[in-house]
């Protein structure tokens, strides 16, 4: 081979990696932020729950190692698209603004949003939902929850949260009235306070669906993980995923 021919194939492969954007160099970036138990978060330094167990199991699958990539929950489309990232898996519900600028896999998982309160408070939502909660909503920042609250509940006075464990305390010490975020969570919390005085309201407000992010264009990443989703779906994987970390039907 001509060495100036080398020179510019190795200028190519060089700037390709910089990006972020080798094709399949055998190691799958995959973006989390841990702070969605039980989908994804961290136990004793380490990484656990739905999103970690399928993640494994994806890369296996497509003969890769997995690397997890920490990423603050507001950064990670940005990180995907800035080829930090291959696949964002954590517990991201699929929306129209965001498919403007990822890609999304198929469903796996259907969830929606939900609150977690004070056990005397429950029975204030024995009827629904109202039309305009009253007192102070904590949320996730730049979460759906945070979206609909700003959305649907422009009144209402909103205090925004970097973590769950932020919010229960606040709702602990009464400095919020209502904690809301996806249903998953929200039941986790509920199961893991529920000596505290803590419980999730009895109401859905609405249905969301969980998918997968990779960048836009990544099409033969996205058809190795939508088969991928389908072949645990159908082989039962997936379920046995989600009875290991929540309380789903048998």
Known sequence: MKPKLTRLIFAAILFCSRLGLTADNGELRVGVS????????????????????????????????????????????????????????????????????VDFSRPYLYIGQMVLVRREDVNKYALGFPLSPRGTVGVLKATTGDFMVQREFPKTKRIVYKSPTEAVQALKKNKIDLFLSDSTLICYLAGTHATENLSAAPVQLNEESLGWAVRKGDEKLLNEVNAFIQKVGVSGKLNQVFQRWMAVPQ
């Not at 920490?70 to 965001?98: C, F, H, V, Y």
């Open 34 to 101: 841990p702070i969605f138990p039980p989908m994804v978060f961290k136990q004793d330094k380490q990484l656990m729950g739905v999103e970690i167990d399928l993640a494994n199991d994806l890369a296996r699958e497509l003969g890769r190692t997995v690397t997890f990539v920490e990423i603050p929950w507001e950064d990670q489309i940005e990180s995907l698209n800035a080829g930090k990232i291959d696949i964002i898996m954590s517990s991201m519900s699929i929306t129209g603004a965001r498919k403007w600028v």
